[in-house]
């Protein structure tokens, strides 16, 4: 059980990425509150990752998993676009909240994110 809970988290934290976690923060405009719940998120995610790696002796995420590594290195660019649309379609959607072309593709790039993360979509 536990093996399998570690090895879930490392699947997770490994697709995590902090740079668009933060392209994500820069949609908060109150400067503060951007950087206060950002500043918990990277620092909760920093912690983890170091926790897990303190249990498991792997210097870095997916050491021992490089079949995991090798297809999420794969799939990570087109997250990242994906994630850089809807960081887009999302500014826009402030400034016209009605537009259903812009409510359209946010829904799209949820949609093709579930799907290329699989089970932590």
């Known amino acids: 059980f536990f093996r399998v809970a570690l090895d879930n988290m490392e699947m997770v934290l490994a697709k995590a990425d902090m740079q668009i976690a933060a ?38 995420l997916l050491a021992g998993n490089p079949t ?28 016209d909240p009605d537009n259903p072309e812009l409510l359209y593709a946010i829904h799209q790039t949820i949609n093709g994110l579930a799907t290329g993360l699989r089970n932590s979509g």
């Open 23 to 60: 392209e994500y923060a820069s949609l908060v405009p109150d400067p503060a509150v951007r950087e206060r719940v950002y500043g918990l998120i990277r620092s909760e995610f920093e912690r983890t990752r170091d926790a897990f790696c303190a249990i498991t002796g792997q210097t870095r």
């Open 68 to 95: 995991l590594a090798r297809s999420l290195a794969a799939r990570m660019p087109y997250f990242t676009t994906l994630n850089l649309l809807q960081i887009d379609g999302l500014a826009r959607l402030r400034q």
